[in-house]
């Protein structure tokens, strides 16, 4: 028999729901019901979720009363056994956990699972319906708080039917029209009645307009009460239309303002008596809203604060920009469609002292008392503001002041050079020196200081000298950081102020948000937070050399002359100190260079006075003995005799063109020189030391190379280039190559040797420069030095392409 057949005829027991189970399973993994297969008495035998923290496994086989709150277990039960005896399906809800493990409010509905007419078990399908029952309570409440809220607001409901013509009122239209149910108006025409003959037809036509587009204007008008009163009301509404977009029912509400009607008048006949007192005092008066309307005022102030009369009622624009401060400095908000005199929650100012502008641009100052003006709920609606002019006095304190903070200033500026002076004194670490005066200028003067140097290459490069000082370490930081990866820009307002050789000052408006420093590097953070409204870009300049560029800067406070003076003699003085630092430290490593170059040409010297003395010897003792003394036993000792006085010979002629460059008495002789000869001369006459290095040449030359040049110079280049080559890659071969254009020619020297790294490649055409170390391999250090002044000599140029391990390729340029 087969397995369905079996299923279809035995009883359902625990296998068979387990292999029904594998059936029910993936058709129920993606219901968002929980769905159970129980037994008669609540045994789950399938389950195709869970909670949190139970396994499906392990459910299987327990009692589903396990998982049910205690106190719903018996209106579970109950329906279970309805079901089991009636086999009719049953709904219950009960608490349980859900699936993220809080306590949840299920409905669930049973049906009877039937074999051969018996109920082996129940099928449970649950769902959560916890969000629904909370919905359904908040929605309960939100309509009982908005039935209280209409009560409260006194708002009366209406809404009109425009097809049938119908009108339905709520007992707040009624109240206000203090009319009985039975007398409510039904029709519109019966509304219509209810108003003021005239207002009628006004009330009318805006009930149409809505009726018509379904915009509804708000309308006020009177009513006609039962009692023969009259009341002022307020009517709103809000059309509604059907699925097709056909208007079809206006609905609002109205609110009586007979007493709003009443106070206002009252108010107005008030306010005339108030601006008759005030007409007549010596002080300023107004009376203005929070967004700046006046609404009194008297002569006083129209004359201390210089406005028309149009102006001051509000007929014209206020457009002057009042640049309002305080007595400490400090800025007002000074917008021009903004109040005169802002007013600020709390205690009210009482003899505040404020300086304005008037329109034509003369400075006053006021003595400012205000008092807030209970007009609402919140008392802050309106103030009422007295104002007398104190500008004569004003102007004698302020002059005291300025005259005092001058001399202040000037003390203290004093005071910061001298002691900057201090600082800068000692050439030995003129950089420590920078920081902290870059430190002192932010603590005593400014917002921001900035030194930036030269480097030693003569520009703002990567990792160019940097000291900086900002209230916030860490953007002072993030600043150093970002110069040591980026190089200045050639755009920079660094750069141009160099380049002018001027102090190029900016200043930001006074309103205005302050603009990022200009001299920032590309960064979005420091751009945000660097941000002065005042700047000054100052160059160091040191006997008429550029070193650098000085910035300081302002957040608040604008530049007064003497601060530019102050910036100046301080960039003066610290570009001193760097120039007498480098000037210091050029001594030094001439001392030092000096001392290494006469050790070295002691060595260099020595060495071929050594054989010299030691075959000198022989010579005499040979000559001494006529028996020994032969052609055969004294050529070899005089070969080694020339060969060393040849090499003290180019010593000395080394020497002395360090002296001639130095001096610039480099003298050419031009001729024509026939270059591919040249080099093919020079390389035979080495061919001797040449194979004592274990270096062949191979040389890629035209037949002939003729342009006009300096050739003793020109065999001098290749001298040194051959002789260095050997030097540096002996034992491996080197490559000679001779190129040409109708204008120029390229001499190529390649050696196999140690090469030499990026950072010694600028450095070894300098005097008494060398990659490596002379003990190693001996020179003066003059030979490529020489090299690049004899090519530029005779206007061409010689550089190095080379990588450590990988030999050197020197290139020498010349114009033909």
Partial sequence: MSRSSSLATDPLAAGDVERLALLLFPLFAAVPDYVFLISPEGSLRFVNRTAVGLSATALLGR????????????????????????????????????????????????????????????????????????????????????????????????????????????????????????????????????????????????????????????????????????????????????????????????????ALRQTAASLRASEQRYRSLIGVLEEGILVQDEDGTIHTYNASAQRILGLTQEQVAGEAPLTPRWHAVLEDGTVVRDRSDGPLFEFHAGEPPSGAVLGIHKPDGQPTWVAVRSQPLPTGPDHRCAVVVSFSDITDRKNAELEKDRVLRQEQAARQRAVLLAETSKILASPLDIQHSLEVVVTRLVAEQFDLAVIELFDDDGAMGVGHPVHVAVEDEALAQRYRELRRRRAVEPTSPLIDTVRRRETRVTAGQPDA????????????????????????????????????????????????????????????????????????????????RREEFIAVASHELRTPLTPLLLQSERLLRLAHDESRFSRAAVAPKLEVVHRQIERLHRLIEEMLEVSNITRGHLALELAPVDLAALVRDVVAGAAEELAHARCAVRLDLPDSLVGRWDAARLEQIVVNLLTNAKKYGAGAPIEITLKADVDSVELSVRDH?????????????????????????GGLGLGLWVTRHAAEAMGGAVHVHSEPGTGSTFIVRLPR
């Fill in 63 to 258: 009692s589903m009363f396990e998982y049910i709150h205690p106190d719903d277990h018996d209106v579970v039960r109950a329906c279970l056994r309805e079901v089991v005896t009636t086999g009719v399906p049953g709904r219950y809800e009960a608490h349980g956990p859900a699936e993220d493990g809080r306590m949840a409010l299920f409905e669930a509905h049973v049906a009877p699972a039937r074999r051969d007419g018996e109920i082996v078990a129940l099928a449970v399908i649950a769902r959560d319906i916890s969000g629904r029952v909370d919905a359904e309570a908040k929605l309960r409440e939100s309509r009982r708080r908005l039935d209280v809220a209409i009560a409260a607001s006194r708002v009366g409901l209406w809404s009109w039917d425009v097809r049938q013509d119908e009108i339905e009122v709520d007992d707040g239209i009624l109240q206000i029209h203090r009319r009985p149910r039975t007398q409510a108006p039904k029709r519109f025409a019966d509304l219509l009645t209810t108003i003021h003959p005239d207002d009628r037809e006004f009330a009318e036509a805006g009930f149409r307009r809505a009726a018509q587009s379904g915009e509804f204007t708000d309308l006020e008008y009177r009513i006609v009460r039962l009692d023969g009163t009259i009341a002022w009301i307020v009517v709103t509404g809000q059309g509604i239309r059907d699925a097709t977009g056909q208007l079809v029912e206006l609905l609002g509400g109205a609110l009586d303002v007979t």
């Fill in 513 to 592: 948000v302050p603009a990022p420093l200009a001299a920032l590097p590309p960064d979005e953070e420091l751009a945000d937070h660097m941000r002065y409204r005042w700047t000054a870009f100052v160059p160091l300049l040191a006997r008429d050399q550029p070193l650098g560029v000085l910035i300081v800067g302002s957040r608040a406070h604008a530049f007064h002359p003497d601060d530019i003076t102050l910036a100046e003699e301080l960039a003066l003085r610290s570009a001193h100190a760097v120039d007498a630092a480098r000037l210091y430290a050029e001594m030094e490593t001439a001392l030092a």
């Fill in 753 to 777: 040797g140690i090469g030499i790294s990026l950072k010694d490649q600028q450095r070894i055409f300098q005097r008494f420069e060398r990659a490596v170390s002379g003990r190693h391999y």
